[in-house]
């Protein structure tokens, strides 16, 4: 058997640790040749394992099909974009702003359209550069899951392909059990290739702002006392923009890493390099406590006085706040000039060992002993970032 190029790609993913190779890869031209696809394997005598892929940023092989079909999202994105077809569809309806968009759009793009037209989407994840189709088969987790709840809950309604092969429109009034299946469905109840998603007005600008600590509890409490404030309003009125709340809390291990400035996003000043590497030689892992709150021109004037009453009484090391404001496509975008400092020094394509957990509040002093002070810390691994992202059950 002669191996093309493009299967070989299907066998790889972000995670680089698991290879399947497949018999061949399907690029669709169009949601029914998916559909078709699907059909000709649920009505032979001998069905065939389907996969979709979308990025590939899977870790361990979750869009691959040993020996079977891989559905390469990316053909729709080309067709879309030969055809100059938009990436988002614009919708209003009395109850607000809805966005369609493809299964096979990245968020990236679904971003830059929206911001262009002053609308967004409320809940993201941390890099943009994944497909609709590929983190709603997963749930899509950033700082703002604690006030939006994941990607899969902005979600009104999807097109599906089944594993019949039909293609199914679905909500939570209408197929409502396909519909609750494929959200956070990881790929094995169909194939969205759209999604209408919730919009809201694009807020301009980000105050985004870095706290440290040294005491993990002091830490921790510090993050659930913040998503804790959420919807909270000033006034008691029910005028969104009166929110209080931060719009976007996580946090993150500082260890010896290499540069302070991780691939992530460069935040410390250099000027404060010897200062904070310093103090991660006394104490061997600092907490950075992430927040953001974002604002335009209307609220300007308010957001510094805003972020210091919620900031008042928290119990970060004295002298170590750190500020910036950018724009909010900036502060969304962040992760991706650390992808392509890596890509440009073929630190990207190396495997990724990756581990996602929920962790209750009750057990999370015994995390960080066990963890990160004696499994992370002893063991001496410093490589790769360590996110922890505080969370309402509620959401
Ligand atoms: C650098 C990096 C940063 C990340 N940051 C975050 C983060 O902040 N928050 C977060 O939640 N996740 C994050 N992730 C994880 C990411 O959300 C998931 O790995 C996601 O699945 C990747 O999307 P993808 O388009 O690459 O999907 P793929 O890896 O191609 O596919 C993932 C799964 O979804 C299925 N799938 C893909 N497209 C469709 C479709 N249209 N219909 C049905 N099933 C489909 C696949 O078959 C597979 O099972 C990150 C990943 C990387 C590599």
Redesign the pocket.
Same mark, same amino acid.
């Given at each position: 058997m002669v191996i093309n190029r493009k299967e070989k790609s299907a066998s790889r993913?972000?995670g680089n640790l698991v290879h399947h190779l497949p018999r061949a890869v399907f690029h669709p031209r169009s949601p029914q040749d998916i559909a078709s696809l699907v059909k000709t394997s649920y009505e032979s005598p001998a069905p065939f394992t389907i996969?979709?892929?979308?990025?590939?940023?899977?870790?361990r092989g979750?869009?691959m099909a040993r020996g079977g079909v891989v559905v390469d999202?990316r053909a729709l994105r080309e067709e879309n974009n030969s055809n100059k077809k938009k990436n988002i569809r614009v919708i209003w309806r009395e109850e607000g702003y809805y966005g369609d968009v493809g299964?096979?759009a990245l968020w990236a793009d679904v971003l830059r359209e929206a911001a262009e037209m002053g609308v967004a989407p409320a809940s993201w994840?941390?890099?943009l550069y #994944?497909?609709v189709? !590929?983190?709603l088969?997963?749930?899509?987790?950033?700082g703002q899951s604690f006030k939006y709840g994941?990607q899969i809950s902005i979600v009104h309604e999807m097109d599906v392909i089944t594993g019949k092969g039909e293609l199914v429109t679905c909500s939570s009034h209408t197929n409502s059990e396909l519909f609750h299946a494929?959200l956070g469905g #990881?790929?094995q109840f !169909?194939?969205?290739?759209r999604a209408r998603i919730a919009l809201h007005p694009a807020p301009k600008m980000v105050k985004w702002v870095r706290l440290l600590y040294n005491d993990f509890s002091a830490f921790t409490k510090d993050q659930e006392r913040l998503i804790s404030i959420n919807g909270r309003k000033h006034n008691n009125n029910d005028n969104n923009d009166d929110d209080v709340a931060l719009d976007y809390v996580e946090g993150m291990l500082l260890m010896h890493q290499g540069p302070i400035n991780n691939w992530r996003s460069s935040f410390f000043p250099l000027a404060d390099h010897p200062r904070i590497i310093s103090l991660v030689t006394q104490h061997s892992i600092l907490y950075c406590l992430e927040l953001a709150k974002y604002y335009d021109e209307k609220s300007e004037n308010n957001v510094d006085k805003e972020m210091q009453g919620l900031l008042e009484g928290l119990s970060y090391m004295p002298g170590f706040y750190y500020e910036k404001k950018v724009s909010y496509v900036e502060f969304l975008n962040r992760?991706r000039s650390g992808?392509l400092k890596l890509q440009s020094q073929r630190q990207w394509d190396v495997p990724h060992p990756w581990l996602n957990l929920f962790i209750p509040k009750s057990q999370i002093m015994d995390f960080d002993s066990g963890v990160f002070k004696n499994i992370i810390f002893k063991r001496n691994i410093t490589t790769g970032p360590v996110l922890i992202y505080p969370m309402n059950r509620s959401k």
């Open positions: 993913d972000f996969s979709v892929k979308g990025q590939g940023h899977s870790t979750q869009a999202m299964g096979e994840t941390d890099y #994944l497909t189709g !590929g983190t088969s997963n749930g899509g987790i950033s994941p494929v #990881l790929g !169909g194939i969205i290739t992760v992808e």
